[in-house]
């Protein structure tokens, strides 16, 4: 019996984790680090919420994601252009190109801030060899080995695990503020949720999570789209709900610990103006001891060398798609030559910002309300293409995922709404 049609009995767990544990994991990068300890120092326990909010949104939405991937043998923007106006599909993913490049500056970064921290050296440097490793692991390194490199480096996330048990926390305070949380009305405190929705639900993560499928289908002898393969659903269904639920509540899990560590050290010691992940870092030495400064800021690099390859490689999935040119890191370089121009141009440019007078937070900020905004219109029409049985055949959507797929998306038009009401007062 062959992988296709084998009983999930037969695999081990950690065989069933593949793209949703690699998305997870992708969602809390440098950026989202950055974020996560910015709204834990200035507004304390009255954040840390947020993180067991996002969770079921997240599941629902990354699971409809993952089937439309397996189950259609598509990426999304290869969906789009099947069943959707052009115009709607190239400005989806022209917006995602563009934000993904600004992530991705972000990322590389505070990845070369990071190591400046532990090592000493010129932070410029350290992004050009970043990205430049990220490079060419995406181009030289056959998918299926590329693949585990990937799903490895999530064990990076660890670390801010580890950090808060270095140190002191009130954990019966913590229990009861999460629960029972000071909510506000305020601008500045709806901004910090508007922000924490907008780095967790974030639209490269649909893009990426949806093509994985695809190219683990494919790289794997027997297995087809599940359309053309319907005995095949059984297994692959309920590896995709574990891989999703372990990866999304792995990422909120660590998004949580993130915020606990700013509000646990910087924000009871009065500091609440942090604005990168590296400034983070450095403000938790004098707070939390050299230990714990060394996981976190060793967390930065772990994390940017798994983030940085999946945004640009989501950028390169929907601008592929959108054209129908070859697509795929399990592809060689000449076989696939748009996408791998994409990934190229996105890391290179992404590197290249941090080489000019953008101020990479202000940049981010404006990624994020890109984020923000296309994550609706991409979000609607997941849906509506996840219950079409021309698209989807007999593994229509559920209607418990349809409810939390609503959910999320009307979540994240509540966010938008938020987020533009707050400029204007």
């Not at 949806?210 to 027997?222: H, K, L, M, N």
């Not at 101020?359 to 890109?370: C, E, H, Q, R």
């Not at 959910?407 to 007062?425: D, E, K, N, P, R």
């Amino acid at each position: 019996m062959n992988k296709a049609t084998a009983s999930p009995k037969k695999q081990s767990f950690w065989a069933k984790l593949g793209p949703g544990l690699v998305t997870g994991a992708a969602d809390d990068d440098p950026s989202g680090i950055a974020t996560y300890s910015q709204v834990g120092a200035k507004f304390g326990y009255a954040i840390l919420w947020t993180a067991f909010f996002t969770f079921p949104l997240m599941v629902g939405i990354q699971t409809i994601s993952a089937r439309i991937g397996r189950v259609t043998g598509q990426g999304l923007a290869a969906n789009i252009r099947r069943h959707y106006p052009p115009w709607l599909l190239y400005g989806i993913v022209l917006l995602l190109l563009i934000a993904n490049t600004v992530n991705i500056a972000a990322d590389i970064g505070a990845m070369g801030a990071a190591l400046k921290l532990l090592i000493g050296g010129p932070a410029h440097w350290y992004a050009i060899g970043f990205g430049m490793l990220s490079l060419g692991l995406q181009i030289f390194v056959p998918f299926p080995r590329y693949a585990p490199i990937l799903k490895a480096l999530t064990f990076a996330l660890l670390a801010y695990v580890a950090t808060i048990f270095v140190v002191k926390v009130p954990w019966s305070e913590v229990l009861y503020q999460t629960v029972m949380p000071s909510l506000s009305i305020k601008a500045d405190y709806l901004l910090a949720v508007v922000a924490v929705f907008g780095t967790t639900i974030s639209p490269y993560l649909f893009f990426w999570q949806a093509s994985q499928e695809v190219e683990d289908q494919r790289a794997a002898p027997g297995e087809e789209p599940l359309v053309d393969a319907p005995e095949q659903a059984t297994a692959e269904l309920q590896r995709i709900n574990i891989d999703t639920y372990v990866g999304m509540g792995f990422s909120n899990l660590v998004a949580f610990f993130i915020m606990l560590t700013a509000v646990v050290t910087l924000h009871l010691h009065g500091i609440s103006d942090i604005q990168t992940s590296a400034q983070a870092a450095e403000a938790l030495r004098p707070l939390a001891g050299d230990f714990a400064f060394v996981l976190f800021t060793a967390g930065i690099v772990g994390t940017g060398l798994l983030a940085v390859p999946i945004l640009a490689g989501s950028a390169a999935y929907g601008i592929a798609e959108a054209f129908n040119w070859h697509i795929g890191l399990g592809l060689e370089l000449l076989q696939a030559r748009g996408f791998y121009t994409i990934v190229i141009v996105a890391t290179v440019l992404g590197v290249a910002l941090n080489f000019t007078p953008v101020d990479p937070i202000k940049a981010l900020f404006w990624s994020a309300v890109i984020n923000g905004v296309i994550s609706v219109p991409i979000m609607i029409v997941m849906l509506l293409i996840a219950v079409r049985e021309d698209v989807m055949g007999e593994f229509v959507i559920s209607r418990w995922l349809r409810i939390f797929g609503w959910l999320a998306t009307a979540s994240m038009t509540i966010v938008v709404l938020a987020m533009f009401a707050t400029w204007l007062q």
